[in-house]
């Protein structure tokens, strides 16, 4: 069956870097388009970014726009979140997700002095 | 970007009908903007009900359906269930960008 795991999060202080990462398996990782997705404590899902299938176009949220930067290894079957200069509202639960049918258990990431 | 508005909350009662609705800042709710409906339940990770408006997964209980209704996404329930009870979060395209929807809570009582 489709399965994404995250890994990566942790606790990081504020203005420094942290870089996600999604295991896909049970499908062929190289034809989709992936998301990330985060959620803040107590509050909503709020979309990311996303990548195409071969990695040639990517888009952002306005929020995280010329600070994150999403990629692929699709030799690995793996998808990745570059987060620099990290802000204490960037906590939140990162899951990465084929939304059609599929999102990971997510990884939480603290950002606090 | 886009802002997505959703019901922040209704209730329906065991077995009744409920429909959810999710607007756009932009315009009516087309199917180009490939509507999704996705659940998440207290404590779990998100899971998608619906995609391309009226899509189904072999998961997606049969009282759930999704439509287009009046300018707007429409995600109804019949015959709610108390397993039912969760968050309810619409999710549309914008030409590359996506934006999700505040969500809605929905109690079954």
Redesign the interface.
């Known amino acids: 069956q489709v399965q994404l795991v995250e890994s990566g999060g942790g606790v990081v202080q504020p203005g420094r870097s942290l870089r996600l990462s999604c295991a896909a398996s049970g499908f062929t990782f190289s034809y989709y388009t992936m ?1 990330w ?1 985060r959620q803040a404590p107590g509050k ?4 990311v970014a ?1 990548i195409s299938f071969d990695g040639s ?1 990517k ?1 952002y ?2 929020s995280v726009k010329g600070r994150f930067t999403i990629s692929r290894d699709n030799s690995q079957n793996t998808l990745y979140l570059q987060m620099n200069s990290l802000r204490a509202e960037d906590t939140a639960v990162y ?1 990465c ?1 084929r ?8 990884t939480l990431v603290t950002v606090s002095s | ?1 886009a802002v997505v508005t959703q019901e922040p909350s209704l209730t329906v009662s065991p077995g009744g009908t409920v429909t959810l609705t999710c607007g756009s800042s932009t315009g009516p709710v087309t199917s180009g903007q490939y509507p ?1 409906w ?1 659940q ?1 339940r207290p404590g779990q ?4 009900l619906i ?2 408006t009226n899509n189904k ?1 072999s998961w997606t209980p049969a009282r759930f359906s999704g439509s287009l209704l009046g300018g707007k996404a429409a995600l109804t329930l019949s015959g709610a269930q108390p397993e039912d009870e969760a ?1 309810y ?1 619409c ?1 549309f395209s914008y030409s ?8 809605t809570k929905l109690t079954v009582l």
Do not use: N
Request: glycine share 16%.
């Open positions: 998301h997705v909503g899902l709020e979309w996303i176009k888009y949220a306005d899951y997700a939304v059609d049918i599929a999102w990971g258990q997510g | 970007q999704y996705i998440q990770a998100p899971r998608t995609y391309d997964h968050e979060y999710l590359g960008d996506w934006v999700f929807g505040g969500g």
